[in-house]
């Protein structure tokens, strides 16, 4: 399945985005703030598009322009997150390379997202999180209309053998039909 917004195509991840991948996820400021490791190679960033990257509602967050991976974006269903136990529930997780920071890009690609979720997949609420420090993803999902639900603080981040404090929220599908028309 392919989703699409103005400027972004939201496809499955192929191999041949491993090169892309690794170009932005090599960078520190991307992995580190979102609990894992810099990408050393493209071999390594080839094998989180095989054994990561390939879950049912995971996507690459393309321009429409040349369709170039350049961040992803991802509902995590019951069975592959800890925020819900519930099918009716999932969490969503993102990223964006850094030259796109700032353009409003995972916004709005989470946008489709969330509408995708709530309408197609028929969920009742999405939970999002970010550790302590994380302001450029606080502020996305602030933006996307999330509230706060609790602060843990002592959660594992085993990609890094850490312990940070995490903050999550949740967006409940009718809290989102009252906001989805102010985004249009």
Known sequence: MVLETERLLLRPWE????????????????????????????????????????????????????????????????????????????????????????????????RELIRHGFEDLHMNIIWCGYYDGNTKSKRVQEKLGFRFHHTCDAVEVPLLHEIRIGHTSYLTKEEWKKEAPLWI
């Open 15 to 110: 191999e041949t985005d491993a090169k892309s991948l690794y170009q932005y996820a090599k960078d520190p400021d991307i992995g580190y703030p979102a609990g894992w490791p810099s990408h050393k190679n493209v071999a390594e960033s080839l094998d989180v598009i095989r054994h990561v990257f390939c879950g049912k509602e995971c996507y690459a967050v393309c321009l429409k322009t040349d369709n170039i991976a350049v961040g992803a974006i991802e509902l995590m269903l019951n069975g592959h997150t800890d925020m819900t136990d519930k099918n009716d529930e999932c969490e969503l997780g993102y990223w964006i390379g850094k030259p796109f920071w700032g353009k409003g890009l995972i916004p709005e690609a989470a």
